[in-house]
Protein backbone atom coordinates (compact mmCIF):
# COMPACT_ATOMS: atom_id res chain seq x y z
CA UNK A 1 0.00 0.00 0.00
CA UNK A 2 1.33 3.46 -0.71
CA UNK A 3 0.57 5.96 1.90
CA UNK A 4 1.40 9.78 1.26
CA UNK A 5 1.63 12.07 4.28
CA UNK A 6 -0.15 15.31 3.42
CA UNK A 7 0.61 17.42 5.87
CA UNK A 8 -1.01 17.50 10.00
CA UNK A 9 -3.46 14.97 9.46
CA UNK A 10 -3.50 14.54 6.22
CA UNK A 11 -2.88 11.10 4.11
CA UNK A 12 -3.50 9.59 1.59
CA UNK A 13 -3.32 5.53 1.09
CA UNK A 14 -3.46 4.12 -2.34
CA UNK A 15 -4.42 0.00 -2.88
CA UNK A 16 -5.55 -1.30 -5.98
CA UNK A 17 -8.07 0.69 -7.92
CA UNK A 18 -8.90 2.53 -4.39
CA UNK A 19 -7.20 5.91 -3.48
CA UNK A 20 -8.11 7.27 0.32
CA UNK A 21 -7.60 10.93 1.21
CA UNK A 22 -8.23 11.60 4.99
CA UNK A 23 -8.45 15.13 6.66
CA UNK A 24 -6.42 17.08 4.16
CA UNK A 25 -6.83 20.79 4.44
CA UNK A 26 -3.89 22.45 2.61
CA UNK A 27 -0.71 21.49 1.25
CA UNK A 28 0.02 19.73 -2.38
CA UNK A 29 -1.77 16.46 -3.42
CA UNK A 30 -0.16 13.88 -6.00
CA UNK A 31 -1.03 13.37 -9.08
CA UNK A 32 -3.88 10.07 -9.28
CA UNK A 33 -4.99 7.93 -11.75
CA UNK A 34 -8.34 9.58 -12.91
CA UNK A 35 -9.46 6.07 -13.21
CA UNK A 36 -9.40 5.63 -9.67
CA UNK A 37 -12.11 5.14 -7.29
CA UNK A 38 -11.31 8.37 -5.12
CA UNK A 39 -12.95 8.44 -1.39
CA UNK A 40 -11.87 12.15 0.35
CA UNK A 41 -12.84 11.82 4.07
CA UNK A 42 -13.38 14.56 6.28
CA UNK A 43 -13.62 13.69 10.25
CA UNK A 44 -14.55 16.72 11.14
CA UNK A 45 -15.54 20.53 10.22
CA UNK A 46 -12.39 22.23 12.31
CA UNK A 47 -10.14 24.18 10.34
CA UNK A 48 -6.95 21.93 10.61
CA UNK A 49 -9.26 18.63 9.38
CA UNK A 50 -11.56 20.01 6.63
CA UNK A 51 -11.15 22.57 3.85
CA UNK A 52 -13.95 23.08 0.96
CA UNK A 53 -11.34 23.11 -1.43
CA UNK A 54 -11.55 19.73 -1.77
CA UNK A 55 -14.86 19.33 -3.71
CA UNK A 56 -12.76 21.44 -6.35
CA UNK A 57 -10.99 18.05 -7.25
CA UNK A 58 -14.01 16.75 -8.73
CA UNK A 59 -13.36 18.75 -11.50
CA UNK A 60 -10.19 16.78 -12.15
CA UNK A 61 -11.28 13.13 -11.21
CA UNK A 62 -14.58 11.80 -12.44
CA UNK A 63 -14.91 9.22 -9.75
CA UNK A 64 -14.67 11.33 -6.77
CA UNK A 65 -16.91 10.41 -4.01
CA UNK A 66 -16.96 12.53 -0.30
CA UNK A 67 -17.61 11.33 2.94
CA UNK A 68 -17.70 13.88 5.74
CA UNK A 69 -18.87 13.71 9.57
CA UNK A 70 -22.73 15.70 9.79
CA UNK A 71 -21.13 18.69 11.34
CA UNK A 72 -19.91 19.47 7.81
CA UNK A 73 -23.01 19.48 6.14
CA UNK A 74 -24.13 21.92 4.13
CA UNK A 75 -20.65 23.43 2.78
CA UNK A 76 -20.47 21.99 -0.86
CA UNK A 77 -20.54 24.01 -3.62
CA UNK A 78 -22.70 22.94 -5.99
CA UNK A 79 -25.94 20.57 -6.49
CA UNK A 80 -23.31 18.12 -8.50
CA UNK A 81 -20.64 17.96 -5.18
CA UNK A 82 -24.15 17.28 -3.54
CA UNK A 83 -24.63 14.39 -5.43
CA UNK A 84 -20.94 12.66 -4.53
CA UNK A 85 -21.62 13.63 -0.84
CA UNK A 86 -22.40 11.63 2.08
CA UNK A 87 -22.46 12.73 5.63
CA UNK A 88 -21.91 10.39 8.27
CA UNK A 89 -22.69 10.25 12.10
CA UNK A 90 -20.83 8.16 14.96
CA UNK A 91 -21.39 4.32 15.85
CA UNK A 92 -22.66 3.63 12.22
CA UNK A 93 -22.25 1.20 9.18
CA UNK A 94 -21.83 2.35 5.73
CA UNK A 95 -21.68 0.30 2.73
CA UNK A 96 -19.70 2.19 -0.86
CA UNK A 97 -18.79 1.01 -4.10
CA UNK A 98 -15.96 -1.52 -3.10
CA UNK A 99 -15.47 -0.21 0.53
CA UNK A 100 -17.24 -0.16 4.02
CA UNK A 101 -17.24 2.42 6.37
CA UNK A 102 -17.35 2.35 9.66
CA UNK A 103 -17.55 5.29 12.46
CA UNK A 104 -16.80 5.77 16.04
CA UNK A 105 -17.77 9.00 18.03
CA UNK A 106 -14.83 11.34 18.52
CA UNK A 107 -14.09 12.69 22.07
CA UNK A 108 -13.76 16.28 20.32
CA UNK A 109 -15.98 16.94 17.13
CA UNK A 110 -16.82 14.53 14.50
CA UNK A 111 -15.98 10.99 14.22
CA UNK A 112 -13.63 8.06 13.39
CA UNK A 113 -13.07 6.01 10.24
CA UNK A 114 -13.08 2.08 10.19
CA UNK A 115 -12.73 1.79 6.32
CA UNK A 116 -12.62 -1.97 5.25
CA UNK A 117 -11.37 -2.00 1.50
CA UNK A 118 -11.17 -5.72 0.41
CA UNK A 119 -8.91 -7.29 2.10
CA UNK A 120 -7.16 -4.86 3.76
CA UNK A 121 -8.69 -2.32 7.08
CA UNK A 122 -7.28 1.32 7.69
CA UNK A 123 -8.13 3.41 10.71
CA UNK A 124 -8.32 7.01 10.49
CA UNK A 125 -8.82 8.80 14.19
CA UNK A 126 -9.36 12.55 13.04
CA UNK A 127 -9.94 13.76 16.14
CA UNK A 128 -10.39 10.79 18.62
CA UNK A 129 -7.75 10.94 21.24
CA UNK A 130 -7.29 10.72 24.90
CA UNK A 131 -7.54 14.82 25.50
CA UNK A 132 -5.72 15.01 28.91
CA UNK A 133 -5.14 18.62 29.75
CA UNK A 134 -3.32 19.68 33.03
CA UNK A 135 -5.78 22.86 33.06
CA UNK A 136 -8.83 21.05 33.23
CA UNK A 137 -10.28 19.34 36.22
CA UNK A 138 -9.96 16.38 37.85
CA UNK A 139 -13.79 14.92 36.34
CA UNK A 140 -13.06 16.59 32.76
CA UNK A 141 -9.91 14.26 32.52
CA UNK A 142 -11.62 11.02 34.18
CA UNK A 143 -14.58 11.86 31.94
CA UNK A 144 -12.13 12.08 28.44
CA UNK A 145 -10.33 8.68 29.75
CA UNK A 146 -13.76 6.94 30.26
CA UNK A 147 -14.83 7.79 26.53
CA UNK A 148 -11.45 7.05 24.69
CA UNK A 149 -11.33 3.51 26.19
CA UNK A 150 -14.64 2.81 25.27
CA UNK A 151 -14.14 3.92 21.51
CA UNK A 152 -11.15 2.06 21.64
CA UNK A 153 -12.16 -0.97 22.97
CA UNK A 154 -14.75 -1.61 20.01
CA UNK A 155 -11.79 -2.15 18.23
CA UNK A 156 -10.62 -5.43 19.64
CA UNK A 157 -11.51 -7.93 17.69
CA UNK A 158 -10.25 -6.23 14.06
CA UNK A 159 -6.77 -6.65 12.97
CA UNK A 160 -6.23 -2.58 11.64
CA UNK A 161 -3.32 -3.36 8.64
CA UNK A 162 -2.91 0.52 8.79
CA UNK A 163 -3.99 3.24 11.77
CA UNK A 164 -3.20 7.18 11.63
CA UNK A 165 -3.43 8.29 15.52
CA UNK A 166 -2.32 11.35 17.00
CA UNK A 167 0.78 12.21 18.68
CA UNK A 168 0.33 15.77 19.86
CA UNK A 169 2.87 17.37 21.87
CA UNK A 170 0.39 20.39 23.34
CA UNK A 171 -0.41 17.43 26.15
CA UNK A 172 2.67 17.77 27.63
CA UNK A 173 3.92 14.64 29.81
CA UNK A 174 0.19 13.55 28.38
CA UNK A 175 1.64 13.61 24.36
CA UNK A 176 1.13 9.55 23.96
CA UNK A 177 -1.57 8.32 26.31
CA UNK A 178 -3.84 8.40 23.44
CA UNK A 179 -1.22 6.59 21.13
CA UNK A 180 -0.26 4.25 23.90
CA UNK A 181 -3.44 2.95 25.00
CA UNK A 182 -4.64 2.42 21.45
CA UNK A 183 -1.08 0.66 20.13
CA UNK A 184 -1.95 -2.03 23.58
CA UNK A 185 -5.32 -2.70 22.98
CA UNK A 186 -5.70 -2.91 19.04
CA UNK A 187 -4.22 -5.53 16.46
CA UNK A 188 -2.35 -2.83 14.21
CA UNK A 189 0.24 -3.86 12.26
CA UNK A 190 1.29 -0.44 11.16
CA UNK A 191 0.67 2.80 12.82
CA UNK A 192 1.62 6.85 11.28
CA UNK A 193 1.42 9.35 14.34
CA UNK A 194 -0.20 12.79 13.43
CA UNK A 195 -1.69 15.42 14.33
CA UNK A 196 1.66 16.62 15.22
CA UNK A 197 1.62 20.62 14.61
CA UNK A 198 4.57 20.65 12.66
CA UNK A 199 6.71 19.32 15.70
CA UNK A 200 7.67 16.03 13.94
CA UNK A 201 10.69 15.51 17.03
CA UNK A 202 7.74 14.02 19.46
CA UNK A 203 8.53 11.08 17.32
CA UNK A 204 11.80 10.33 19.01
CA UNK A 205 10.51 11.40 22.55
CA UNK A 206 8.25 8.49 21.89
CA UNK A 207 10.74 5.94 20.82
CA UNK A 208 12.58 7.03 23.93
CA UNK A 209 9.45 6.44 25.91
CA UNK A 210 9.95 2.83 27.69
CA UNK A 211 5.97 2.58 27.49
CA UNK A 212 6.36 2.33 24.04
CA UNK A 213 8.42 -0.73 23.49
CA UNK A 214 6.16 -3.52 22.81
CA UNK A 215 4.94 -1.64 19.53
CA UNK A 216 7.81 1.18 18.81
CA UNK A 217 9.03 -0.87 15.71
CA UNK A 218 5.41 -0.47 14.43
CA UNK A 219 5.11 3.34 14.64
CA UNK A 220 6.35 5.06 11.45
CA UNK A 221 8.24 7.97 11.19
CA UNK A 222 6.63 10.87 9.44
CA UNK A 223 9.02 14.16 8.82
CA UNK A 224 7.63 16.10 6.52
CA UNK A 225 5.16 16.98 4.69
CA UNK A 226 5.04 14.82 1.10
CA UNK A 227 6.71 11.64 2.06
CA UNK A 228 5.92 8.71 0.53
CA UNK A 229 5.59 5.16 2.44
CA UNK A 230 5.11 1.36 0.53
CA UNK A 231 3.88 -0.55 3.41
CA UNK A 232 3.56 -3.81 2.77
CA UNK A 233 0.86 -5.02 4.74
Known amino acids: MKVTYLEHSGFA ?20 DQQKKIYVFASHSHYDHFNKKIFGWSEQYPDVRYILSADIAGKEQ ?38 YMEDKVIYHAGDLNWWHWEEETESYNEQMRQDYQREIDKLKDIVIDIAFVPLDPRQENQYAWGMDYFMKHT ?9 MWGDY ?18 VIEVKEPGQVFEVNV
Open 187 to 195: HTKYVFPMH
Open 13 to 32: AEYKEYVLIFDWYRGSLPEF
Open 78 to 115: SEKQSERTVYVTANKKYDFDGIKVQTLQSTDEGVAFIV
Open 201 to 218: EVYDRLMENPEAEPYKDR
